[in-house]
T-cell receptor, first 113, second 109 residues
Framework: KAGVTQTPRYLIKTRGQQVTLSCSPISGHRSVSWYQQTPGQGLQFLFEYFSETQRNKGNFPGRFSGRQFSNSRSEMNVSTLELGDSALYLC????????????FGPGTRLTVL | DAKTTQPPSMDCAEGRAANLPCNHSTISGNEYVYWYRQIHSQGPQYIIHGLKNNETNEMASLIITEDRKSSTLILPHATLRDTAVYYCIPQGGSEKLVFGKGTKLTVNP
């Protein structure tokens, strides 16, 4: 069974631009979560989707948004990029909502210049 | 969310057991203890979880104290590939994982 895939793996943008990152969960998994990892703040939860509905959200500004499609694939969007948005963005999938192990993808490394 | 305390770093000789402690004194009754690890530049990887009984799988063993205020992850025969940051995460009904700073384990040859 294929693991969680994220595209693109690397991305360079400039301040003020927007970016869309994609995540394909493991087949059959319906829950997708997004995390941001920076050297200063560590791993921080962004949001979680289950059956196309956002069920949990972290403490990030409204510039960070996401969605999930009927096939469970998910996208996250960051608008008006800032230098501080440079980070590794990780997606994790889980079979269903609630507890259970999460399977992480390799991440998208975003650099904002 | 329960707070956790883990030593920032530990060293272990290859082939020896690695015992990684975690203090989670504010854990609530419905929170499981999950352990993940992150090898450099990769996404975190699930290791094991438990509620109050000790657990073992092909990767590791988890020992949870009777009062559930602390736990220890045991890698019985550490290899160089076990060098990673290890995170102990209490998780209840919320789907999100709250990562602390974890323990950087270095396995030395």
């Amino acid at each position: 069974k294929a693991g969680v895939t994220q595209t693109p793996r690397y991305l360079i943008k400039t301040r003020g631009q927007q970016v869309t990152l994609s995540c394909s969960p493991i087949s059959g998994h319906r829950s997708v979560s997004w995390y941001q990892q920076t050297p200063g703040q560590g791993l921080q939860f962004l949001f979680e989707y289950f059956s196309e509905t956002q069920r949990n959200k972290g403490n990030f500004p409204g510039r960070f948004s996401g969605r999930q499609f009927s096939n469970s694939r998910s996208e996250m969007n960051v608008s008006t990029l800032e230098l501080g948005d440079s980070a590794l963005y990780l997606c994790a999938s889980r079979l269903a909502g609630g507890l259970g192990e999460q399977f992480f993808g390799p991440g998208t490394r975003l650099t904002v210049l | 969310d329960a707070k956790t305390t883990q030593p920032p770093s530990m060293d272990c000789a290859e082939g020896r057991a690695a015992n990684l402690p975690c203090n989670h004194s504010t854990i609530s009754g419905n929170e499981y203890v999950y352990w993940y690890r992150q090898i450099h530049s990769q996404g975190p990887q699930y290791i094991i979880h438990g509620l109050k009984n000790n657990e073992t799988n092909e990767m590791a063993s988890l020992i949870i104290t009777e009062d559930r205020k602390s736990s220890t992850l045991i890698l019985p025969h550490a290899t160089l590939r076990d060098t990673a940051v290890y995170y102990c995460i209490p998780q209840g009904g919320s789907e999100k994982l709250v990562f602390g700073k974890g323990t950087k384990l270095t396995v030395n040859p």
